[in-house]
């Protein structure tokens, strides 16, 4: 188990890419660990607008 990874670790993804952190993870009922990632540093690139009406809500 030491070796899963927890909120704040530093990880680099297999496709290539800047560092990311961890920043959630879920286990799921049935065992499946889902992990939520972001950007170590900000990114040089202005964020892609999206409207509100494209969102969608995943539950």
């Given amino acids: 188990m030491s070796d899963e990874l927890k909120v704040g670790d530093i990880v680099s993804l297999k496709t290539g890419g800047p560092e990311m952190i961890v920043t959630s993870v879920v286990r799921t009922p049935n065992d499946t660990v889902l992990i939520g990632c972001a950007p170590l540093r900000a990114p040089t690139e202005k964020p892609i607008?999206?409207?509100?009406d494209r969102l969608i809500s995943i539950n």
């Fill in 49 to 52: 607008e999206v409207s509100m």
